[in-house]
């Protein structure tokens, strides 16, 4: 079966860390974006952070720039996202999808989505 999937998520006090995990099964990731999305309940689904196939150039959200570090390791089919100095405002779902032409391309496949609480 073809899928992404998410972990890491849980909750963390303000100003703490945590590290999405999104791991490609019955994909390999190796030419494909990684887009990190989020949903908090209420608002519109907003992207956080893309990084390409080549590892050039990451996309970040102003509101997560300089806190929120994206990577991949193709060796292990998994991306990241390093999330630091969080924020109550950062809680959501988060979601990872998989473009074969790049960032804000057409997403092929998404994750199930994993949850970030930030709060005291």
């Known amino acids: 079966q073809l899928q992404l999937v998410e972990s890491g998520g849980g909750l963390v006090q303000p100003g703490g860390s945590l590290r999405l995990s999104c791991a490609g099964s019955g994909i390999s990731l190796d030419d494909y974006a990684i887009h990190w999305f989020r949903q908090a309940p209420g608002k519109e689904r907003e992207g956080v952070s893309c990084?390409?196939?080549?590892?050039?150039?990451?996309y970040y959200v102003d509101s997560v720039k300089g806190r929120f570090i994206i990577s991949r390791d193709n060796a292990k089919n998994t991306a990241y996202l390093q999330m630091n100095s969080l924020k109550p405002d950062d809680t959501a779902v988060y979601y990872c999808?998989?473009?074969?032409?790049?960032?804000?391309?057409?997403?092929?496949?998404w994750g199930q989505g994993t949850q970030v609480t930030v709060s005291s």
């Open positions: 999808a998989a473009a074969p032409r790049g960032c804000f391309r057409a997403y092929r496949y």
């Open positions: 990084i390409s196939g080549s590892n050039v150039n990451p």
